[in-house]
């Protein structure tokens, strides 16, 4: 009867287990479609159609694709001395020492809160900047064209040229369009010593 038992579980098992041959296939098909997507990002197909949707603090941003590099863990930051606040420190992002900032810190406001769902957005190496930022959860893909253009207040905008446009979903979240090169441009977030 065990025998029997272990027959029947086999089979079962040799049924729900998808053929090495079919498991390739949905492999080659995600990987050509990744492919695909980071070309037409890189030529700028996906610039206004989707963009990474990044939380840092309580604010909700988009990314172009072009600007955004690789994404890790927040994992441990070594303290630089004689830097600003929002100047959090160094990361060992595959052997590259990486600034990371935070954001709303360099703002003025408080520090982005750090827990296990932090995580790192360099700086896409075509910048040259060796720098990334830390953001309180990466959302994935956002599609603009399915969010409404919204008029910034007047304050929103003081200081602040790296923030493009304004968005609100159909969840009525809103989201701000952040430009990573305007960013490094900015004579203040260039100047990180005391």
Same mark, same amino acid.
């Given at each position: 009867m065990n025998q029997t038992v272990r027959e029947t579980a086999a089979?079962? =098992?040799e049924v729900v287990k998808p053929e090495k041959g079919v498991r390739r296939t949905r492999l080659r098909e995600f990987q050509a479609q990744?492919?695909?997507r980071m070309q037409a990002a890189q030529r700028g197909g996906y610039t206004k159609l989707s963009q990474l949707g990044i939380m840092i603090g309580? /604010? $909700?941003y988009l990314l172009d694709l072009r600007e955004s590099g690789e994404i890790v863990t927040a994992g441990t930051l070594t $303290?630089? !001395?004689l830097t600003r606040d929002w100047y959090i420190g160094l990361s060992n992002i595959r052997g590259n020492l990486t600034g990371v900032v935070d954001l709303p810190r360099f703002q003025g406001l408080d520090s982005t809160k750090?827990? #296990?769902q932090c995580r790192i957005v360099a700086f896409a190496p075509g910048m040259a900047f060796n720098s990334g930022l830390l953001v309180?959860?990466? =959302? /994935?893909? $956002? #599609?603009?064209?399915?969010?409404e253009?919204? !008029?910034?207040d007047d304050n929103q905008l003081e200081n602040? !040229?790296? =923030?493009k446009k304004k968005y609100r979903d159909k969840d009525g979240n809103i989201w701000f369009e952040l430009s990573l090169a305007t960013l490094v441009q900015d004579q203040d977030f260039l100047q990180i010593g005391i």
């Open positions: 089979a079962n =098992l990744l492919v695909e309580q /604010g $909700r $303290r630089v !001395p750090q827990d #296990t309180s959860q990466v =959302l /994935g893909l $956002r #599609t603009v064209s399915e969010m253009e919204i !008029p910034f602040k !040229p790296w =923030l």
